[in-house]
Nanobody
């Protein structure tokens, strides 16, 4: 059974930091590109970070320089370090694993940035 379990979300003040984790099981983690997406109600899901199987990372301009994605293949876990958080970063954050034709999703973790 494929599982992606996110953790680490919560309430943080603007300018603060959070570290999200996503523990994977049930598939060959090291063979998959891993992604973090986020979604706000009424909006499309947005890709915020990608890490390839060889560790190449990609970010959109909206989070570049503030978010860092990393992976630990020995632990089958992907992380998202989020610094200098802004209210507009408030969303449900989802972990995703992709290796065509497979596309796996976690259940999401809420991140709220508010004073």
């Amino acid at each position: 059974q494929v599982l992606l379990v996110e953790s680490g979300g919560g309430l943080v003040q603007p300018g603060g930091s959070l570290r999200l984790s996503c523990a994977a099981s049930g598939f060959s983690f090291r063979a998959y590109a891993m992604n973090w997406y986020r979604q706000v109600p009424g909006k499309e899901r947005e890709l915020v970070a990608t890490i390839t199987t060889i560790g190449i990372t990609v970010y959109p301009d909206s989070v570049k320089g503030r978010f860092t994605i990393s992976r630990d293949n020995a632990k089958s876990t992907v992380y998202l370090q989020m610094n200098s958080l802004k209210p507009e970063d408030t969303a449900v954050y989802y972990c995703n694993a992709k290796l065509w034709p497979n596309d796996y999703w976690g259940q999401g973790t809420q991140v709220t940035v508010s004073s």
